[in-house]
């Protein structure tokens, strides 16, 4: 059993930037492949960043390559998503969980998922 726990979102102007922490509970944190994805009003939930259990390797969706960062310390139990240069359009309820699947970029693929933290980026 993991257990997630989203903070750091907030307001910021186009351009900004916000850091968004998520903490794990459970002791088999260090074997999961973490996730974080967003859903804005009326749209589905995305997928917006990954990386696996070892923390090696990431992967991001098209729409924040380059502008975003994923990293994971099994020590400290947390996985952090960096996000600089904020549009508008990252606007959004911001969720992190882990899964069994390395490299997975759909909702069904992750087991575990955190309450989500909103991010509102202003223009």
């Known amino acids: 059993q993991v257990q997630l726990v989203e903070s750091g979102g907030g307001l910021v102007q186009a351009g900004g930037s916000l850091r968004l922490s998520c903490a794990a509970s459970?002791?088999?944190?260090?074997?999961?492949?973490m996730g974080w994805f967003r859903q804005a009003p009326g749209k589905d939930r995305e997928f917006v960043a990954g990386?696996?259990?070892?923390?090696?390797?990431?992967y991001y969706s098209d729409s924040v390559k380059g502008r975003f960062t994923i990293s994971k310390d099994n020590a400290k139990n947390t996985v952090v998503l960096q996000m600089n240069s904020l549009k508008p359009e990252d606007t959004a309820v911001y969720y992190c969980?882990?899964?069994?699947?390395?490299?997975?970029?759909?909702?069904?693929?992750?087991?575990?998922w955190g309450q989500g933290t909103q991010v509102t980026v202003s223009s």
């Open positions: 969980a882990a899964g069994s699947i390395a490299t997975a970029t759909i909702p069904t693929e992750y087991r575990y």
């Open positions: 459970g002791r088999t944190f260090s074997t999961y492949a």
């Open positions: 990386i696996t259990w070892s923390g090696r390797s990431t």
